[in-house]
């Protein structure tokens, strides 16, 4: 198993116990899927530099003007959450990839596609702070 196990939670992935900060949640993880967070985490980080990160849903996030993105750890993939404007606007990108009206699948195996994570990750701020103005 790659992590400890509580519950499942409304998004079908599972609560992680003693998850009170971003580093206790990814070091639960094995080797494999530690290394996709810690990539994933820093990837996001590199373009919301100004974002709060936080636990929210029990999964990792960043927060700017809103929820930017979330993101969480399974044992053959890493979740990624960026709300459903960031999968519609981006649906012919995401093709490739297992996805839902407000989840990506990125597999554990593969390379994670660094620039469309940093396109989403940038519409979302874009995103946030037009509708804090509209406000």
Known sequence: MAYKQNKKNSL???TVSGA???DAYIEQFQAEEREKLI???GIIKEIASEAEERISY???SFYQNGAIVYYAGFKNHIGFYPTSSGITNF???LKPYRHSK???QFKIGEPLPV???QKIVKFRIRENLANT???
């Open 115 to 117: 620039s469309l994570i």
């Open 39 to 41: 990539e994933l985490r």
């Open 20 to 22: 009170g900060s971003i």
């Open 91 to 93: 649906e012919d990108e």
């Open 102 to 104: 407000g989840a990506i």
């Open 12 to 14: 079908g992935g599972t």
């Open 133 to 135: 103005r509209k406000t």
């Open 58 to 60: 029990n999964m990792p």
